[in-house]
């Protein structure tokens, strides 16, 4: 598979989590040495770009990495501050939902979705299905991109 392929296939699945999931902010990063890099990103705001750099610090994407399991808040204003997303301090999310992506088994980084809106009510079993789809489709785009 071609680079570009990859692109526009990852470009799709984040539409579709945006779309399917009702969040306003999609990003794949890859995640190495603490650093929370992106790969790819949807956003109705156009604020981040691939290639930008985070320090993953204490965040849902730290604990979906280093735990290997989806992640899901919907308050994230309530969180305690030790519990945000690295942009948090940027665009302030107030829900989030994140899945780990794997490349033949070993962690690689993060899918994430999130919004500035608070959900009247928690991600559903359908929800959590879903991101759990789209990251193993992910993850089996990378590995045949190499």
């Known amino acids: 598979m071609r680079v570009s392929q990859f692109k526009d296939r990852v470009d799709d699945l984040l539409a579709r989590g945006i779309a399917d999931l009702s969040m306003t902010l999609?990003?794949?990063a890859r995640i190495e040495a603490n650093n929370y890099?992106?790969?790819?990103v949807q956003s109705n705001s156009g604020a981040y770009v691939?290639?930008?750099?985070?320090?993953l610090g204490n965040s849902y994407s730290r604990e979906v990495?280093?735990?290997q399991k989806i992640v899901a808040e919907t308050n994230i204003e309530d969180a305690t501050q030790t519990l945000r997303h690295p942009l948090y301090r940027s665009l302030p999310l107030e829900s989030y939902l994140g899945a780990p992506v794997t490349?033949?088994?070993q962690p690689w980084g993060c899918l994430d979705f999130s919004s500035m809106a608070q959900r009247d009510e928690g991600f559903s079993e359908q929800d959590l299905k879903l991101i759990d789809e789209l990251a193993s489709e992910i993850s089996q785009l990378l590995s045949q991109v190499g």
């Open 65 to 67: 990495f280093e735990n």
């Open 103 to 105: 490349i033949d088994g």
């Open 50 to 55: 691939p290639g930008e750099k985070y320090e």
């Open 26 to 28: 999609a990003v794949l």
């Open 37 to 40: 890099e992106i790969v790819a």
